[in-house]
């Protein structure tokens, strides 16, 4: 136990050298451009965390985040590479909003029915990635990538045709969905919904679920197919489940940004998450309390350099270029085996001797 | 004492060579000395430090210490290229061609084109059969190599080293997949090799084999040399094995042919396909009776892993029937099997045996998550429990069930898939090459869990291409070839007859009974 | 931006653009419009400009934090501002909003508009006496609700010189996809039109490119573009906001804008009151005869007078 | 009316427009079919083109030299690919997580450097791109002369590069290096071939060839940059790789379908045949799905594909 802590504190402060690392370099390419790296980073800073207004706006972004993030986590312990994560999230919030707004059910059954509805379309477009790759050996990661592509379009055609507002006068977008159906707000003025303990939710879920024998085989299949089939778990059908349920969760995260946030679709919903939440997944070590706490930093991240974008002129594709950063630092400290350094020079201590 | 050898006409002289993995001290301060126009026998338990003394001999390892002469000259060999400019060929235990590549292709790859960037595949192509028929083998140069018998991969191996130019030549086990005829083909070759002044190194387990070729022999223990002999007439085997283990070593099992009891595992015209949807077994038919070891000989590539696979439900069947008691479990999915109480201990432990990067308490319910919930969820107690106990009872030698499995040594690991598989009291146990690898320690072990788990009353299925082992262990044996049985020999048949048969030659014995 | 100056006398505004300050296009023309007018009121305006807000999940927040930054004007130049920002604009009802293009009003918001309508139809009276060949062509990026009026207006333009003429459209889809645009102009000019106008953003400069490839004639829109192909660039639409703008901030200053009917409130730039204009006609072909330009001359005066039909244009329906 | 639409010529503009369409796919995809088939499967090829569109633009702006852009685009397009080969192949890195985390650093490296050197203009900076190069005779041919001999030069470069790639690939040896670190790198090594040093090779390969398609964007296809330049050519031309089942040849007619697909969705548009345009522009994406459905099952991926090699693992 004891043990288990000292780990997961050495794995916070090496994930907080990373990011400092990142920054560093970050601040080199900022001085590049002839602005001060330490205004973009205060300003980011005080941007993410400046007012209650800023810092609710990173709660708000960290709800998506997280839900796709987890999403994405499944997938990748199977190693299965869904990259698809922003299409799984359109297509999730495509029937939720067809569901509340051409349903006519009443809220206490079309709520319910409207976030099914989001896990379904999710699950659908990542199954049928993971169908193409049982069935024709199709590899998931170009499959759900053109998906995300034919994801857009496809959001794009209804807004502009069969799902366009009919009083909207021919603005790209839906009616809104009805107030019933929204996630309620904290406090009126604020834009924090109650998705944030949906997403928490999902988090604590995740926790347990990694311990179930579901959980496992998702494991044992990212230790390889034979092993897996060996063991009496059938490969085929478990890298379709797997991919459903990375895209269901997708799914929610698309019900919990349309329903808590835009109450309606319109083109570019996604706001490119689905990297991000790659990103964040990783970062977090695919552990479920991990991607809440990297969720947090890059929502964090993410808002305040909007921010930064918008109080100074340093362009927000710095934002850009520090996520990337990161990113490299995290594989770079993956790939190097600090353990077999350390036990050569303790070998080699021990030789002198 | 051995320095005093070094002199001009030896090919190969390696001085005080140290190379340590990790913790591991593989070669401590070895010499080794191979003379031009010999063979020369290198000799030693597994993980001895054969063949990283080898991979460092052809610069895939680069020593900690230690010099290294080739004919006189002092060389630093940094990479395999190296080597090979140096003349030195290497056959390695698992065969490195690339298999959808062309016999030629392969050849190509090692060596520099006469058409400077173009390739010179006809040219190679012209060169390699004359080369092969120089040493009396036959081979199609355009022929890809997924299609070859191992045997015939082997020769590819060898002849690529002869085309670039090898005047020392090192095959690390070349003979544990081969036939008994086919090693003394090799050995034809080998011969004729050494005739033309050639020095060849000759890794192998098999003392008759270093008696019989060998003109001199060096033997490693625990990475250090314990000695070096000239073989003649004189030189026995107990001799090279006392080198060898430090002690003497007799396997000894009490082993009775044991009158089988019931039929158990009844398996009728199974025909599979392998993984290149080639008929694997065309037409197997074989009974596995409960508390008997029934050993299937043969050589690799035959049909047999096809056959493991098959009976546990990995792999499709496309006809015949497999039957547990009155139960037909052809084509049901592996967890069919497992909950039949069919073990199974698989040919690759790394890739299908055990979950690498698990840990081994984990590793230990594989099979088994359900049993071992609690509301749903995994119960962390009664998992550490079980370890414990495996751990004990099988002698498995880890710091705690917290490891990961890829940490434990061969040996090792093999124990943990031997606590899983023998730990749930299985009616049939499928054991395919059980102890590929195992030191004998190790081996001997895994053997007599094998022994204790007929005892138990299950019908076991030992696949092995070691004649030896089979025919220690047997209380009937099956040939396999070519996807079909042979023939069943009773307990105690000689070791021709089975070599015979494995090579797909009937016996007349058999002819008549049928 | 250059929020130096902490005069606190000074109006604070804020405009985002969705898109690029350099597109050539509708957020250039809204960036040089706007910075026209804040120098030429320097001393009472303190202006903020943030660009490429593209997004969808950033705009709420940034007007949010304009608003709570005690901005006097947002002006949120794009369509897809409109349901975050009348939201918002609930919760800060002394703060004033501007959206660009849309129809929903809050007591403190404002539209402004163009009735592109307009600008089309001289477009398409344009292209209809230019062409040699019958045939012109028209390029947009999606079809949204200005755009498709001014498709229109270029249809009925056309047709007013010439009943028969054929024109050929094409959505791309997507305003930034440049190669599209270029590659669907190329396709035209290949069948025979020889007169494009483009209604785009970044599209319109594959249009133009397209047409300095096959050496044929093409409108601009929104800022003149003959720069950018002096031998191709025929005339264009060009959108003069500061006539909208300067009526907004006089309404704002006046302290009455939130005392408007929701119609005073919609600002919209037309040919009648000079917020369009056309580019000066370019014709180094030689394709239009005198008489053409009168006919062209005639007919921006029959716009700026209001006697153009649109009803003619039937509502897009869904 | 149908037959009003589809005459000879319609056909003409259609062919040619689809070979113009088809390089900027084909190029980057001849480049992954060496990188691929080298074990690596390098999904930042997006990225890479889009720093190719940048530095081409850049050098041919500031030099006006043509080629200047190209060569810039090769250079820094080789230059993107070393971060890969650093990644994937000295770190031993997941290569999926690598391409990502390289599209996202690449995006915002093009479009920062971009506003960094030209800052903001009122007019777009332009270059003066590739002029059609007519092949005598040839191009004089009724219908073909347009179809395939009025293009610029860089699409002919590039179509002779199909028999280039083929040939390097098939009848050298240094192709023969290639395919084999990526089908057996232990069997490579052991013939003495350095796998990682072919590994870097690849990739850079890769990447010249990507940011030469980038330049060709902003240079030869257009004359501006954009952030969107690229528009998902990257991704499809990795997806062409797989489906062409890592062949040259096959490489160009899948790089050709693209073409003709995307061509034939912005005619028929403007010959006014109603279908929405969205769902034209699906077109490719689909078809990319369909085609890898078709090619998978059959496509020999090389053995180590996406595997990471270390001589020390056993
Ligand atoms: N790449 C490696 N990494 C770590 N340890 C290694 C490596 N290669 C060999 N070893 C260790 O070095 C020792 C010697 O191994 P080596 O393979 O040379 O033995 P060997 O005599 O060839 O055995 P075998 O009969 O099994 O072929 C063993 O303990 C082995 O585990
Ligand atoms: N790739 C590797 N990386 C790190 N350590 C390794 C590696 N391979 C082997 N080892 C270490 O080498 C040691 C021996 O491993 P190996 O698999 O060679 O054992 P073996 O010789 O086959 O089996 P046995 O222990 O029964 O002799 C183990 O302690 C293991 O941790
Ligand atoms: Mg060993
Ligand atoms: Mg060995």
């Known amino acids: 136990m004891k043990n288990k802590l000292i780990k997961n504190l050495n794995q916070l402060l090496l994930a907080i050298g990373i990011i400092i690392l990142s920054l560093l370099v970050g601040a080199i390419i900022i001085s590049f451009s002839g602005n001060s790296p330490l205004e973009a980073y205060s300003t980011m800073f005080n941007g993410a965390f400046g007012s209650k207004q800023r810092f609710m706006e990173v709660l708000v972004r960290m709800i998506p985040l997280v839900i796709m993030a987890l999403g994405t986590s499944v997938a990748f312990k199977a190693k299965l590479w869904n990259i698809g994560g922003d299409g799984q999230f359109i297509v999730g919030s495509i029937l939720a909003v067809s569901v509340s707004l051409y349903s006519g059910l009443p809220p206490v059954i079309g709520v319910p029915l409207s976030i099914i509805a989001a896990m379904i379309g999710g699950a659908l477009w990542s199954g049928l990635a993971g169908l193409l790759r049982v069935k024709f050996n199709a590899p998931e990661v170009i499959t759900t990538l053109m998906l995300n592509y034919i994801a857009v379009y496809l959001l794009s055609f209804l807004v502009y045709g069969p799902m366009m507002d009919p009083l909207g006068s021919k603005m790209p977008q839906t009616a809104n969905i009805s107030t019933a159906y929204r996630l309620p707000l904290f406090e009126s003025g604020n834009r924090l919904h109650m998705g944030i303990f949906i997403a928490l939710f999902i988090v604590v879920i995740m926790v347990f679920f990694w311990k179930t024998t579901v959980g496992y085989k998702i494991d044992l299949l990212g230790q390889g197919e034979k092993v897996t089939t060996y063991s009496g778990v059938s490969v085929k059908k478990m890298i379709v489940f797997t991919m459903a349920i990375s895209g269901l969760l997708a799914g929610i995260a698309g019900w919990t940004e349309v329903f808590g946030v835009q109450y309606r679709l319109l083109e570019g919903i996604t706001s490119g998450y689905g990297s991000i939440a790659v990103v964040i997944a990783l970062m977090g070590g695919l552990n479920p309390i991990g991607i809440l706490i990297s969720g947090f930093f890059f929502s964090a991240l993410l808002v305040g350099g909007s921010t930064m974008q918008r109080m100074t002129e340093i362009p927000y594709s710095i934002v850009e270029i520090v996520q990337g950063l990161i990113i490299i630092f995290i594989i770079a400290r993956t790939a190097i085996n600090f353990k077999e350094i350390k036990n050569r020079i303790t070998r080699r201590l021990s030789n002198v001797k | 004492m051995l320095g005093e050898l070094k002199n001009k006409h030896n090919a190969v002289e390696m001085h005080n060579i140290v190379k340590e993995f990790y913790d591991v001290r593989a070669n401590d301060d070895v010499d080794f000395f191979v003379k031009n126009g010999s063979i020369h026998g290198l000799l030693g338990e597994n993980g001895a430090g054969k063949t990283t003394l080898m991979n460092i001999l052809f610069g895939i390892y680069h020593p900690e210490e230690g010099e290294i002469f080739i004919n006189g000259e002092k060389q630093d060999i940094s990479s395999p290229t190296k080597a090979i400019s140096l003349g030195i060929g290497m ?57 070859l018998s191992v045997g015939e991969q082997q020769r590819v191996e060898i002849l690529t080293a002869l085309y670039q130019g090898a005047e020392v030549l090192i095959l690390d086990e070349p003979t544990a997949v081969l036939t008994p005829q086919e090693v003394e083909g090799l050995f034809e070759t080998l011969r004729e090799m050494k005739n033309d002044g050639k020095a060849i190194i000759l890794i192998t387990h098999k003392l008759e084999e270093i008696l019989s070729i060998v003109d001199e022999v060096t033997v490693l223990r625990d990475g250090s040399m314990i000695g070096h002999v000239e073989v003649n007439e004189n030189t026995t085997k107990s001799e090279l094995t006392k080198m060898m283990v430090g002690r003497d070593v007799l396997f000894n099992f009490n082993k009775a042919c044991i009158k089988t009891g019931k039929e158990k595992l009844v398996i009728k015209d199974l025909k599979v396909l392998n993984d290149k949807n080639f008929l694997a077994l065309d037409g197997f038919s074989l009974d596995i009776h409960s508390g008997e070891i029934l050993g299937l000989a043969g050589v690799d590539g035959n049909g047999q892993k096809e056959l493991c696979e098959a009976i546990t439900g990995i792999r499709p069947i496309e006809a015949g029937e497999v039957k547990l008691d009155t139960i037909n479990i052809e084509n049901k999915p592996p967890i069919v099997a497992i909950n039949k109480g069919i073990s199974h201990i698989p040919e690759d432990r790394h890739i299908t045996g055990l979950a690498l990067g698990w840990s081994l308490k984990k590793n230990l319910i594989l099979k088994t998550f359900k049993d071992n919930t609690k509301f749903g969820l995994v119960d962390e107690k009664k998992i550490e429990k079980r370890w414990k106990s495996a751990q004990v009872d099988y002698d498995i030698k880890a710091n705690s069930g917290e490891d990961s499995a890829k940490d434990l040594s061969g040996g090792n690991q093999q124990k943990v898939i031997l606590a899983r598989e023998l730990g749930s009291h299985p009616v049939i146990l499928i054991a395919n090459q059980p102890t590929r690898g195992l030191d004998i320690g190790a081996t001997e072990y895994v053997r007599q869990k094998i022994i204790d788990a007929k005892g138990d009353g299950a019908g076991v299925l030992l696949v092995s291409a070691d004649l030896e082992e089979i025919l220690q262990l047997s209380d009937r044996i099956a040939v396999i070839y070519d996807g079909k049985i042979m023939g069943i020999l009773p307990c105690g048949s000689n070791v021709k007859n089975i070599g015979e048969l494995m090579m797909g030659k009937k016996l007349e014995v058999e002819e008549n009974e049928k | ?277 056309y580019a000066e006609i370019n014709d180094p072909k030689g394709w239009l005869a005198s008489d053409d330009l009168s006919k062209i001359e005639s007919s921006w005066n029959a716009l700026k007078a209001g006697e153009i039909d649109f009803s003619v244009i039937k509502e897009p329906t869904n | 009316m149908l037959s009003n639409i589809f005459t000879v010529s319609f056909f003409v503009s259609l062919l040619a427009s689809t070979i113009r369409l088809a390089t900027p796919i084909l190029l980057p995809a001849l480049g992954q079919t060496f990188t691929q088939r080298a074990g690596i499967l390098n999904l930042s090829v997006e990225a890479t083109m889009t720093i190719g569109a940048v530095a081409g633009f850049a050098a041919t702006f500031f030099s006006g030299s043509l080629w200047l852009g190209i060569l810039s685009g090769m250079v820094f397009g080789m230059l993107y690919g070393l971060f890969m080969a650093i990644l994937s192949v000295t770190l031993r890195a997941n290569q999926v997580i690598a391409g990502i985390t390289l599209n996202i650093l690449g995006a915002g490296l093009a479009v920062f450097f971009y506003r960094v050197i030209f800052g903001i203009q009122s007019l777009p900076p332009q270059v003066e791109p590739f002029k059609m190069l007519k092949i005598p005779f040839l191009s004089d041919i009724p219908f073909i002369g347009v179809i395939f001999f009025q293009h610029n030069i860089i699409v002919y470069l590039a179509f002779i590069m199909v028999i280039v790639t083929w040939f390097i690939l098939e009848k050298t040896t240094f192709g023969l290096k290639i395919k084999a670190v990526g089908e057996n790198p232990k069997a490579a090594d052991s013939k003495g071939i350095s796998v990682n040093k072919y ?73 006014g045949i109603d279908v929405a345009n969205q769902l034209m522009l699906m077109l490719p994406y689909a078809l990319t799905i369909i085609a890898l459905v078709l090619a998978s099952k059959k496509a020999e991926f090389p053995s180590a594909y996406t595997i990471p090699y270390s001589r020390k693992e056993r």
């Not at chain 3, 050496?215 to 573009?225: C, E, M, R």
């Open chain 3, 1 to 277: 931006n250059d929020n130096g100056s902490d005069d606190s006398n000074k109006m604070k505004v804020a405009l985002i653009l969705p898109g690029k300050k350099d597109d050539l296009s509708f957020n250039q023309s809204m960036y040089e419009g706007m910075m026209a007018y804040a120098d030429a009121n320097s001393d009472k305006i303190d202006l903020n400009i943030t660009e490429n807000m593209y997004e969808v999940s950033d705009i709420e927040p940034a007007l949010l934090d304009f608003a709570d930054q005690g901005f006097d004007v947002i002006i949120g130049h794009g369509f897809q501002f409109m349901e975050p920002l009348v939201k918002v604009a609930k919760q800060y009802p002394d703060t004033i909003f501007l959206l660009g293009t849309g129809y929903k009003f809050e007591e403190n918001t404002a539209i402004y508009d163009v009735s592109l309508q307009d600008g089309g139809y001289q477009m398409g009276v344009i292209a209809a006496l230019a062409t040699q060949s019958n045939k012109i062509g028209v390029i947009g990026g999606a079809d949204v609700s200005e755009i498709y009026r001014g498709h229109e207006g270029y249809k009925l333009g056309a047709k007013s010189i010439n009943p028969n003429i054929e024109i050929q459209e094409v959505y791309t889809g997507d305003w930034t996809d440049t190669a599209g645009a270029k590659e669907a102009a190329v396709g035209m000019y290949d069948s025979g039109v020889d007169v494009i106008w483009h209604s785009g953003d970044g599209i319109g400069l594959g249009v133009v490119q397209a047409a300095k490839e096959k050496d044929k004639y093409v409108l601009g829109n929104v800022a003149d573009q003959l720069k950018l192909a002096p031998e191709n660039v025929l005339s264009g639409v060009v959108y003069k906001w500061e006539t909208v703008l300067e009526n907004i901030f006089n309404d704002i200053e006046n302290e009455n804008i939130m005392n408007l009917t929701d119609e005073e409130r919609f600002y919209i730039i037309t040919a009648e009151n000079g917020g369009q204009t």
């Open chain 2, 91 to 147: 056959v390695h235990q698992h065969f490195m061609l690339a298999r959808p590549f062309s016999i030629v292709e392969n050849v190509m790859l090692g060596r520099k084109s006469r058409k400077g960037i173009l390739l010179d595949t006809k040219e190679t192509a012209a060169d390699l059969v004359a080369l092969a028929e120089k040493y009396k083998m036959k081979i199609d140069p355009y022929a890809k190599v997924w299609q």
């Open chain 4, 199 to 271: 590994r870097y090779i690849a990739i850079l390969i890769g990447g010249i060839y990507a940011g030469a398609a980038g330049a060709f964007m902003s240079i030869g296809y257009l004359n501006i940059f954009t952030e969107s330049i690229i528009g998902g050519r990257g991704f499809i031309a990795v997806s062409v790789v797989i489906f062409a089942r890592f062949l040259p040849i096959r490489a160009m007619w899948g790089a050709l379908l693209f073409g003709v697909a995307s061509a034939l969705q912005l005619r028929l548009q403007a010959l």
